[in-house]
């Protein structure tokens, strides 16, 4: 995995505030955001452990596609160093509007009502929804409405995510959803029958059989689930930053940069091909 840094630039970004205040009082022309990072030296990304998405260990190092593919970008972009700013998941967002990253690049699905507070860029990593259960379970479930009518289990899920939506809209009752903090936490709950299934995107899912290998998990992937796409996220007035990377993206998915990372990491490259940010921000019911 590589190590990025974690120290953020306070000083430095002082700096480039006198120096644009200078700037102005001089009649110059303001810098871009994407002037002042490459300034800079270095991006901010917003990161939550969410593997395979994004990959953080014990001695501060990070992988996952996530990282990679935007640390790709901005190198194409002019910014050679990319720093961690680590959050939970649910404070990518609120961390991002306050200023304390540039971006987010950790599997945040691109969805009409995160549309309304981030502007996404076009998609870039994409996944389809899973069931996880172990090997001696009696049913076969292949969709969410599979849930419904067995109505005796229990379905963790992470908590505010896309599989807690699928499963309230097919009609599972809240009360049946357990909120999973993380992979781990899962599978414990599945081993002590907490709960029997758990719902989460396939690469995530195959990411954990893979690590609890000999543990008899079973994979399925969901068919009443629609394909799902996370976007980098940016402010929403860095537009001009978000357009930037947008065609940076598109350039690293023509030439096979693109491909080669999400390979490597176990995503199919294929899919955010078929998708787009508009279809994901209008709604589900435009795929």
Not at 32 to 38: A, F, M
Not at 149 to 163: F, H, I, R, Y
Not at 211 to 231: I, K, Y
Not at 245 to 251: E, G, P, S, T
Request: with cysteine; hydrophobic share 40%.
């Amino acid at each position: 995995m590589k190590k990025y840094s974690f120290i953020l630039g306070i000083s430095l970004s002082f700096l480039y505030f006198i120096h644009s205040a200078d700037c102005r009082a001089n009649g110059e022309s303001r810098p871009t955001r994407l002037e002042k990072l490459q300034k800079r030296g270095h991006v901010r990304i917003g990161l939550s452990n969410e593997p395979p998405w994004t990959v953080i260990d014990a001695d501060g190092q990070v992988g996952g596609a996530g990282p990679d593919l935007t640390h790709a970008v901005f190198q194409r972009m002019g910014v050679s160093e990319l720093q961690g700013v680590l959050s939970t998941f649910g404070g990518l967002i609120p961390g991002l509007l306050a200023g304390r990253s540039d971006a987010i690049s950790s599997g945040l699905f691109i969805q009409p009502g995160r549309c309304q507070a981030v502007a996404f860029s076009e998609p870039d990593l994409c996944d389809r929804e899973a069931f996880l259960m172990k090997k001696d379970m009696p049913l076969a479930l292949k969709t969410y409405r599979d849930l419904v009518t067995n109505s005796s289990l229990q379905v963790g899920v992470p908590a505010g995510g896309t599989e807690e939506r699928e499963a309230l809209a097919a009609g599972v009752p809240a009360s049946r959803l357990v909120p999973v903090p993380d992979g781990p936490s899962g599978m414990i709950m599945l081993l002590a029958d907490r709960i029997q299934v758990y719902s989460l995107p396939a690469s995530s899912a195959q990411h954990l059989v893979d690590l609890w290998r000999g543990q008899n998990f079973s994979l399925m992937t969901v068919e009443d689930a629609p394909v799902m796409c996370a976007g980098t996220a940016f402010s929403p007035n860095a537009v001009d930053l978000r357009n930037a990377y947008d065609r940076v993206l598109a350039k690293l998915k023509a030439d096979g940069t693109y491909d080669r990372i999400l390979r490597a990491h176990g995503f199919d490259p294929s899919l955010a091909r078929a998708h787009t940010r508009e279809e994901f921000c209008r709604g589900k019911e435009s795929l």
